[in-house]
C-alpha cells in the first residue's frame, strides 16, 4: 500500500490531507479515487490508515480509518557518516541505507577525498538527499524519514564522536589483519564493557574512495572510535556503508540476527 510522509500540520482531526508533489503522485501516478486508501505518517509519532474522501492534483483529502503501530524502526539509531563520494554515489548510499534502517546520515570531509566540495550547492544537495530519503522510506514503509545532516569537516565529524553511545570506523587495514576486528567483534567488546543501552546511539563512518589515512585512523581512534574492518576485500565506497549498516543492524538483533 502507498505511504506518504507529511507535515503534522496536515492531519486535521480525523483526516488528513496531501498536497504538492504527493497528491499530485496520488492522483496523476497512483490513479487514487474516493474510497482508495493509503498510509500517512507525520514521521514522528503517528501513522494512519486513510480513506479517500476528495481527490485532485492540488489536495487529496482523506479520511482516517485506522491508527497503526509506528514498529517498523529498529531501536539501533544508526547515523551513516559518509565521506562526500563522487558523482551520485550519495544517494545509492542514502537510498540504500534508508531501506535498510538507517537513523540519520552525517556527510562529511576527509584527507583523500576526490570530489571538489562547493559549500554554495550544498542546501540544493541536500535537499537532493532529503527527497531520495523520503523516497526510500515510504517505498520501504519506515515511520519516519532519516535526517540528512548538513556537510562537516573531519574536524567536526572527531568532535561529534562522543555524543555517540558507539562509533565504529570502517578501515581496510583492519580487514586485511588475519586476526582483525570486525563488527561482531567489536559489538561484543562493547557488551562486555557493561553497555545495555536499549536504545543505543551509533556511528557508522566510512572513508572516500581513495580510503582514509592512517592518520585520520589514529585521530578518530583517540576521539574513541573503534577501528573495524569489513572483510578481507576492499569495497567501494558506496558499498561499505550498506554492508557496514546490515551487519550491524543484522548482529545487532534488529534483522532477524542473535
Known amino acids: ?20 508533489e504527493d497528491a499530485f503522485h496520488a492522483v496523476r501516478v497512483m490513479r487514487m479515487k474516493p474510497e482508495e486508501k493509503f498510509i500517512a505518517s507525520d514521521g514522528i509519532s503517528r501513522v494512519v490508515l486513510a480513506s479517500v474522501r476528495e481527490a485532485a492534483s492540488s489536495e487529496v483529502v482523506a479520511d482516517i480509518v485506522e491508527e497503526l503501530p509506528m514498529d517498523s524502526e529498529s531501536s539501533w539509531s544508526v547515523t551513516i557518516a559518509q565521506s562526500l563520494p563522487k558523482g551520485d554515489k550519495m544517494e545509492l548510499v542514502i537510498q540504500k541505507g534508508t531501506e535498510i534502517g538507517a537513523y540519520a546520515f552525517a556527510p562529511f570531509q576527509s584527507e583523500r577525498m576526490i570530489v571538489q566540495y562547493d559549500g554554495k550547492k550544498e542546501a540544493k544537495r541536500i535537499e537532493r538527499w532529503s527527497k531520495i530519503a523520503k523516497e526510500a522510506a515510504e517505498q ?3 515511520c519516519r524519514v532519516p535526517a540528512i ?23 581496510e587495514r583492519e580487514g586485511d589483519a588475519a586476526a582483525g576486528t570486525g563488527i561482531r567483534d567489536a559489538l561484543l567488546s562493547w557488551r562486555q564493557a557493561g553497555h545495555t543501552a536499549a536504545e543505543p546511539k551509533v556511528l557508522l563512518i566510512v572513508g572516500p574512495e581513495g580510503g582514509f589515512t592512517e592518520r585520520e585512523a589514529d585521530e578518530a581512534e583517540a576521539a574513541g572510535a573503534v577501528i573495524v574492518g569489513l572483510g578481507r576485500r576492499i569495497l567501494r565506497t558506496e558499498t561499505a556503508g550498506i554492508v557496514g549498516l546490515t551487519c550491524l543492524l543484522y548482529e545487532a538483533g534488529e534483522m532477524g540476527g542473535a
Open 1 to 20: 500500500m502507498q505511504r506518504y510522509f507529511v507535515a503534522a500540520e496536515q492531519f486535521d482531526g480525523s483526516s488528513v490531507r496531501l498536497i504538492g
Open 140 to 142: 520501504s514503509h519506515r
Open 149 to 171: 545532516e548538513p556537510v562537516r569537516s573531519w574536524r567536526e565529524l572527531k568532535e561529534a564522536i562522543p555524543a555517540f553511545d558507539l562509533a565504529l570506523f570502517c578501515y
